[in-house]
Structure formats: structure tokens, C-alpha cells
């Protein structure tokens, strides 16, 4: 059973920086399709970094929604199965629950899938100003 398990939430500073961390339990490979998404209360939720492979030319590019472009960065440390999220320079509109999500190339089209099947629990991150 595929399970992805959301890490480093916390209540920081405007300004401040957090790491968050995704680690996945009952899949052993490394993920090519993997995105990060956030949920604020009474808004719905948003992707703010999202993983998207291409089998046709094996390259995998890595997207930013624009209110964190610049200031967020997505990370994989394969050898630990660990995805990253690095968030700088943050402000209380960052505020919200962040998600995981993940799922495996779609054989035929040989891209990601608009829905992902395997999402975590969620890790909380507040930002006071």
C-alpha cells in the first residue's frame, strides 16, 4: 500500500523559511510525477509546485504557480525516496495545509496524469505577520 506522509509544517515569521518533506511508504522507485498543493481555509485548493515527465523525451520539468515562483523550490532526494519542498521569504498568505501528491506515468500517453492517485495527509504551515 502506497502511502505518502507530509513533514515540517510550522508556525514561522513573515520572511521566515520552511522545509517540507514528503516521504513514501510501499513504492521503492522514484517518483516521476509528484506535486506539491496547498489549501487555505474557506479556498480551494491550489498546486504550488508540480513535477511533470515526459516519456517521449525522458526530461522532467518542474512547475511553479506564479504566487510562489522565486520563492519556493522543489527538491528530490532519490536515494532516501524523499521529496522536498523549500519555501523562503514567506508571508501569512502562505498560509495553509500543504499536500503531497503523487502517481505513476500514464502508459499510454507517457505523461503524468491530471489527477494524482496517491496524496498525503497534510502538514500544516502558518505564517504570522
Known amino acids: 500500500q502506497v502511502q505518502l506522509v507530509e513533514s515540517g509544517g510550522d508556525s514561522v515569521q513573515a520572511g521566515g523559511s520552511l522545509k517540507l518533506s514528503c516521504t513514501t511508504n510501499?513504492?521503492?522507485?522514484?517518483?516521476?510525477?509528484m506535486a506539491w498543493f496547498r489549501q487555505a481555509p474557506g479556498k480551494p485548493r491550489e498546486v504550488v509546485a508540480q513535477l511533470d515527465y515526459q516519456r517521449t523525451t525522458n526530461t522532467a520539468t518542474t512547475n511553479y504557480a506564479a504566487s510562489v515562483k522565486g520563492r519556493f523550490t522543489a527538491s528530490q532526494d532519490n536515494a532516501n525516496k524523499v521529496h522536498h519542498l523549500h519555501m523562503t521569504n514567506l508571508s501569512p498568505d502562505d498560509s495553509a495545509t500543504y499536500y503531497c501528491a503523487a502517481d505513476f506515468v500514464n502508459y499510454e500517453s507517457g505523461r503524468c496524469p491530471k489527477e494524482y492517485s496517491y496524496w498525503g495527509q497534510g502538514t500544516q504551515v502558518t505564517v504570522s505577520s
Open positions: 510501499g513504492y521503492s522507485g522514484n517518483w516521476k510525477c
